[in-house]
């Protein structure tokens, strides 16, 4: 059966079998919508700058994620309750630090294919490794 809604059932149809796939797939807009927003949320140079020292160092404060991405404290913060509000990072309290940290899901599906075209293989120092002989990559 075919799952044309039913105000467009009465337009013209070329394969009424790839319009019903092409529906089909467009079933679930809540999650579709939420795609969306990810992929907005990505497609702005600084929040995917944030997002991907996130992805790649790990945990950071937002003076920490400043110098790493060469934006000011109150841009950083302005951009991580952005991403906080759409589910793409979270955040946990060490202290009187707040360390925020890529959610998960969707967002870090989406972080490892962009770097797998936008971060060169580079050696990371944190979490245990700082031996300059050490051959890790970033990868998370």
Known sequence: MHKVPIPRRGLRVIDPDQVC????????????????TVLDALG??????????????GDLCVSDLAVAVGMSDSAVSH???????????????????????????LARRLLEVVSQEA?????????????PDDTSLATP
């Open 21 to 36: 796939d092409a529906t089909a797939v467009l079933a679930d807009s809540e999650q579709v919508q939420h795609s969306a």
């Open 79 to 105: 951009a991580l309750r952005l991403l906080r509000a759409h589910g793409l990072v979270t955040a946990h309290r060490e202290g009187r630090l707040v360390r925020y940290r890529i959610a998960g899901g």
């Open 119 to 131: 971060v060169h293989p580079v050696r990371l120092h944190a979490h245990g490794h700082a031996d």
């Open 44 to 57: 702005e140079v600084n929040r995917l700058s944030i997002l991907l020292a996130l992805y790649h160092a």
